[in-house]
């Protein structure tokens, strides 16, 4: 009989772990990092729309174009007398646009690697630049507390935006439908959107609450996002720049934003060296990724290819999506579980190997606790008050409901609590109101409060104040459930109403395609681009 009693399973009332997802299974298949390291910070990463294999990393003096299948650089624009900021294609992917610290803002032609215009006019550094949805226009967003539109076909300065930041403007984004908005991001903390067609160009300012890091519209463009600080948020342009949710899932600052997955998923690289990956419909963490060190860039790749994140010490960690129907993949998953297969140690049969310690037959001491010890002898108020320590209570709280549960299963726990000192029951009960609210003890712990009203249903007069209190109490408490339970269910009502409604209807979202011209005249350089000399002390 002793060796066959088995100790309560205590597992099913702990904390699980995150439950699989298929945004988990999804991510996970990002194959193990393959590291490139340059000489300095990488300030910036992004992606070439028309060639999705190539990505240009901005990173001290140098603006180079790398192979996402070789890691190898297929272009090195070192056009730089300082450093370069943000190099950023165009959305053909025939062009190229970096800022620097000297003010300037250079435009590259990626095939041939020559400058064909060189934007003058800023008097500090320029960290952002971005080209409007029609590609004839260029934003850069300066430290002089300026934004300046350039005519990328004349090389004059279209509009200057000076004195709506009070400090360095290190963030901007372009509407992707509309080429005359676009939005600004500044140290200041403030979110200022503009117009170009209107009189007053400034239409709305917003409060982040702290240095404004990144920003980036979703594709319909309705709906916005800002990094800064340790949040994200999200604002929605249709009802008046709303504030639709804050995310801060980070334990440092966010440093960079991007979309992923078509845009339908938000991903969200910080110092904390984590990168956040949520989801647009419902703001919430699906993923996260965990990098050497802090984030400062990150670029993804079209379909989600590849995710590459760039960081403070010069790192930049590209991780490829592996397709399980290419041979090459196929091969690698193979070779990943054989490897984890031959790190299993084997004995070999022919040599002899000297044990430490040999384990014998299980008689006696099958890892019983007290309680179990007393749940075997049927000492069931023994067994109940080994855990009703106030330290058990505090930091084991399954343990006392697997007891709870077991005695409930006995048909036990109505004797268990007859003839009990006061401070007992009260002990017992305040337990049931703390913990009654936790979907994990909701059941055990409802019958629980059942049984005690069954004990004390005739001893209600003999009861004294302290206990009719506690009993209060949990009347109280369950009430609680009661209403929150039926406001839960009203809310889920009219929630399945609205995804009922709009799955009947038959609004189809399209994304804005670029068609490439069939004959697209090739621009040639400035003269100002075909004067500059970078000169090498």
């Not at 450093?83 to 992917?93: C, I, L, M, S, V």
């Not at 200022?192 to 160009?201: F, G, P, S």
């Not at 004797?415 to 007992?424: F, G, Q, S, V």
């Not at 019958?447 to 003999?462: M, P, Y």
Request: proline share 4%; with cysteine; hydrophobic share 40%.
């Amino acid at each position: 009989m002793q060796a066959n009693f088995l100790p309560l399973n205590i597992r099913r009332f702990q904390q699980r772990a995150q439950v699989e997802t298929p945004d988990t299974i999804y991510w996970e298949r990002l194959s193990k990092a393959d590291l490139l390291k340059e000489h300095n910070t990488i300030d910036y990463i992004d992606f070439s729309p028309s060639d999705p294999d190539n990505f240009v990393v901005t990173c001290s003096v140098r603006v180079q174009i790398y192979n996402l299948v070789t890691k190898l650089v297929v272009k090195n624009l070192s056009r730089f007398q300082k450093t370069a900021y943000g190099a950023t294609f165009r959305q053909d992917g025939r062009l190229l646009a970096a800022g620097d610290e000297e003010g300037h803002v250079k435009l590259f032609d990626t095939t041939s690697r020559n400058i064909l215009r060189l934007f003058k006019g800023h008097t500090a550094p320029v960290h952002r630049t971005f080209f409007t949805a029609d590609k004839l226009q260029l934003a850069s967003f300066c430290d002089d507390k300026s934004i300046r539109l350039w005519d990328v076909a004349n090389e004059k300065v279209v509009q200057t935006y000076e004195d709506a930041h009070t400090d360095y403007i290190r963030a901007g984004a372009m509407h992707p439908l509309a080429s005359n908005v676009f939005a600004s991001g500044g140290y200041d903390g403030k979110i200022h959107l503009y117009d170009t067609r209107a009189e007053k160009a400034l239409q709305q300012t917003l409060d982040h609450g702290a240095p404004v890091e990144s920003m980036l519209f979703l594709p319909n463009g309705s709906v916005f996002v800002t990094a800064g600080g340790n949040q994200v948020r999200v604002w929605d342009m249709i009802s008046g720049c709303r504030l639709l949710t804050t995310m801060a899932q980070h334990h440092k600052t966010v440093t960079c934003l991007r979309l992923g997955s078509d845009g339908r998923r938000l991903l969200s690289g910080g110092l904390d060296r984590h990168v956040k990956i949520y989801d647009v419909s419902t703001y919430k963490t699906v993923h996260t990724l965990t990098y050497p060190n802090a984030v400062v860039s990150l670029g993804v790749a079209s379909g989600d290819q590849a995710v590459v994140a760039g960081m403070v010490d010069g790192l930049v960690s590209i991780r490829r999506m592996i397709v399980d129907s290419k041979p090459s993949h196929l091969r690698k998953i193979r070779a990943s579980r054989a490897k984890a297969h031959h790190k299993r140690p084997t004995a070999h049969p022919s040599v002899p190997q000297d044990v430490d310690h040999v384990v014998k037959d299980r008689v006696k001491g099958t890892g019983l606790q007290t309680y179990d010890v007393q749940l075997r002898r049927f000492n069931h108020k023994k067994a109940l008050d080994n855990v009703m320590y106030l330290q058990r209570l505090e930091k084991q709280p399954e343990l006392v409901v697997a007891v709870i549960t077991d005695l409930l299963h006995r048909k036990s726990l109505d004797k268990a609590l007859l003839d009990r000192p006061e401070h007992i029951l009260i002990k017992f009960i305040d337990f049931i109101c703390a913990h009654l609210s936790e979907t994990r003890f909701m059941r055990p712990l409802m019958n629980a409060a059942s049984t005690i009203l069954d004990v004390f249903e005739r001893q209600l007069v003999t009861c004294s104040d302290k206990l009719l209190k506690a009993l209060e109490k949990l009347s109280r408490t369950v009430e609680n459930e009661i209403h929150l339970t039926t406001e839960l269910m009203q809310l889920k009502g009219a929630m399945d109403m609205l995804i009922g409604v709009s799955l009947e209807s038959d609004e189809v979202r399209h994304r804005p395609t670029y068609v490439q011209p069939a004959k697209a005249p090739k621009m040639q350089p400035s003269q100002a681009a075909e004067k500059y000399v970078v000169f090498v002390e």
